[in-house]
């Protein structure tokens, strides 16, 4: 039987994958378009043909998981639109490790004059959608991301998460600090 051609999105969607894949890995400056490509099973110039550079392909992957991030917060406000809920559905997330440890390699190379704009503009859109979906305060919403982006630090170290490593004393204490008032505005 005849291999079945893929769509132009289907092919763009399988290299983001690749490419999320990719750069957990190697994050920016450790990941090349030809790892990506060979991920994706296609050659290294079809990656650039359809994305024109690495740094246009970094900066749709860490899109994409920015999206990923705002597309789940919005299905769990339909149900329940407050911050513990967004905390929940953050909680969800945090098994897709490579997707979240993409976001941190987005972040970490935000210091380049061409990726931080992106990743500001994608963590900004994070806040938005919080703010829009909850109603909550700015404070609140600080507390909530503070909150978020330690979880995201600690499933990308494999600290939390479905493939966490053995528990070492401090882990456990830092999970289980004794939350003072306001902790309903953490996840």
């Given at each position: 039987m005849p291999k079945q051609r893929l769509t132009a999105e289907e092919r763009h969607d399988q290299l983001i994958r690749a490419a999320v894949t990719a750069f957990t890995t190697g994050g920016y400056a450790g990941t090349t378009t030809d790892q990506v490509a060979r991920l994706a099973g296609v050659s290294q110039p079809y990656?650039?043909?359809l994305f024109g550079s690495k740094q246009a392909l970094f900066l749709a992957t860490v899109r994409y998981a920015a999206d990923r991030v705002e597309e789940r917060f919005h299905e769990a406000a339909r149900t329940d639109p407050t911050i513990p809920g967004l905390g929940r559905a953050y909680e969800d997330l945090l098994s897709e490790r490579d997707l979240i440890t993409v976001l941190l390699h987005g972040f970490a190379a935000g210091g380049d004059p061409a990726i931080g704009p992106a990743v500001r503009t994608c963590?900004?859109?994070?806040?938005?959608?919080?703010q829009a979906l909850t109603g909550a305060s700015a404070g609140e919403i600080r507390g909530f991301l503070a909150q978020g982006m330690l979880l995201t630090v600690l499933g990308?170290?494999?600290?939390?998460?479905?493939d966490a490593v053995v528990q070492?004393?401090?882990m456990t204490?830092?999970?289980t600090y004794e939350q003072g008032p306001g902790s309903d505005v953490v996840p």
């Open positions: 990656v650039i043909r963590y900004g859109g994070i806040y938005r959608t919080v990308a170290m494999r600290v939390i998460g479905p070492e004393s401090w204490e830092l999970l």
